[in-house]
């Protein structure tokens, strides 16, 4: 592996249609002219293997003709644009550009120059690079999978945490310029200078991991795979006046964070609700936690706190110090990446319930095939955000095939995705112009001794 740079370069081969050649049919045995005066011969009637030989021959013929045209009309298509699908967006894509092989960049941040560095230190990984990996191991998989499904693509992951392979660095040296996709697993702080290279360059720019649009406007080559944070609240919202109505609810926040702060906000917009309210600036001690609920019956808590370590810490504390008290908790799709969500004997009181946009179902023919590769690969168990970094990769991929560079006004087809039906929206401000693209799909994610169920 280079120190600097994580490249997956997998040259794949469409699968050609075969062109078949024949063996020159046997000749007719030379048969002497007969005598005029002797009588004609009547011809033989033709046995039942020579017509079944001949129908066969004759299948084959058609076949290979078949296949010369369909690889005459794949070869006008590589050497021509095709215009997009007519739309009634009140806009226009460039005319899309069927290729015969397509380049897709990854941007996520593996930290790899920080674990180069602890090699020898535990077989940890650190939080704020759990996210990036991810993304590494599912498109890993991903790539294997398009390999054996005969797809022409190249797929390079870039570690933009490290100087040569900054965002800054890669739009400076033009690295992604050639790019026909540009998948970002980046922090709401570098989407807008991504999204406006994207824009500049004619480029689609899909964000997977932020839940915030990063302030980009006027951007129609820019998708948003996370539904914003302000509609995930709305979500939990919903669910719990809905299951819950008139019960008690607690709310243990933090501001700590802008994105803490407005997660908070969004939930208390709810008037319908009365909180307890706990703030979690620091971690509470068990005193303070108890004064806010009741145990003698299961509590309704709603936890808008977005760092993944911090709530683990929370959800362990809550589980040790109330071990005979249930807790149905409401997190942030950023939970996704806690392991103990997963384990049989982690949070035994607690039900865990995420939005996500992202639905595995683990049950699936596609979830199987992504559980033995990752063991396979990588040992353990694949996390959600693993399956979601293979899915991405898996439907982008089938939509440059099917539609080319332009894929945008082929956003309804969604077939190809393993587990998620994707809803992609056109956001528009007040006065209906386009913003970007969201993912408006936002499902339930419940964890309870180790089994999620999504809803």
């Known amino acids: 592996m280079v120190k600097h740079k994580v490249i997956i370069a997998l040259l794949f081969t469409f699968l050609a249609s075969p062109v078949y050649t024949f063996a020159q049919q046997k000749k007719d045995k030379h048969v002497p002219e007969q005598e005029q005066s002797a009588p004609p011969e009547e011809e ?51 005319p899309t550009e069927i290729k015969s092989r397509y380049r897709i960049h990854v941007l996520a ?93 004619r480029i689609n720019f899909v964000s997977t991991l932020a839940d915030n649009d990063g302030g980009v406007r006027n951007n129609k080559y820019f998708t948003s795979l996370q539904p914003s944070l302000k509609s995930q609240c709305r979500r939990i919202m919903n669910e719990v006046t809905n299951k819950f109505p008139g019960t008690n609810v607690s709310l243990l926040y933090r501001t700590t964070s802008a994105a803490n702060e407005n997660a908070y906000k969004y939930i208390i917009a709810n008037d319908e609700i ?33 760092e993944a ?66 063991k396979e690969f990588f040992g353990g168990k694949a996390t959600e955000p693993v399956y979601c970094a293979y899915e991405t990769m898996m439907w982008y991929a089938a939509l440059l095939k099917q539609y080319g560079t332009m894929f945008n006004t082929g956003y309804s087809d969604n077939t190809a995705a393993p587990f998620t039906k994707f809803t992609i929206r056109q ?15 936002i499902m339930m994610t419940r964890f309870e001794g180790g089994v999620s169920r999504t809803q």
């Open 274 to 306: 009365v909180f307890k309210q706990r703030q979690c600036n620091t971690l509470p001690d068990k005193q303070e936690l108890a004064a806010i609920f009741d145990l003698t019956k299961p509590n309704i808590v709603i936890i808008p706190i977005m």
């Open 44 to 94: 033989p009637v033709p046995s039942r293997r020579e017509e079944k030989r001949k129908l066969k021959e004759e299948r084959r013929r058609q076949k290979e003709e078949e296949r010369r045209k369909e690889e005459e009309v794949r070869e006008r298509y590589r050497t021509r644009a095709r215009p997009a699908p007519a739309t009634n967006t009140g806009f226009k894509y460039p």
């Open 427 to 441: 956001i528009r401000d007040a006065d209906g112009h386009m913003l970007y693209n969201e993912n408006r799909n």
């Open 109 to 201: 941040s593996l930290y790899l120059d920080e674990l180069v560095q602890k090699r020898s230190a535990a077989k940890i990984i650190p939080e704020k690079a759990l996210a990036g990996v991810s993304v590494y191991e599912g498109v890993s998989i991903a790539a294997d999978s398009l390999k054996r499904a005969g797809y022409n693509i190249d797929i390079y992951v870039h570690d933009i945490t490290t100087d040569g392979e900054s965002i800054d660095s890669l739009i400076a040296k033009r690295t992604i310029d050639s790019a026909d996709l540009i998948i970002g697993a980046v922090k709401s702080d570098d989407i807008l200078r991504v999204a406006d290279y994207a824009k500049k360059k």
């Open 309 to 374: 370590g911090f709530a683990d810490t929370l959800l362990r504390k809550l589980s040790k110090d109330f071990p005979t008290t249930h807790f149905e908790i409401y997190g942030m799709p950023t939970w996704t990446t806690i392991k103990g969500l997963r384990k049989e004997n982690m949070f035994q009181n607690l039900g865990v319930n995420i939005p996500t946009s992202c639905t595995i179902d683990l049950t699936s023919p596609a979830a199987k095939y992504v559980t033995r590769q990752y």
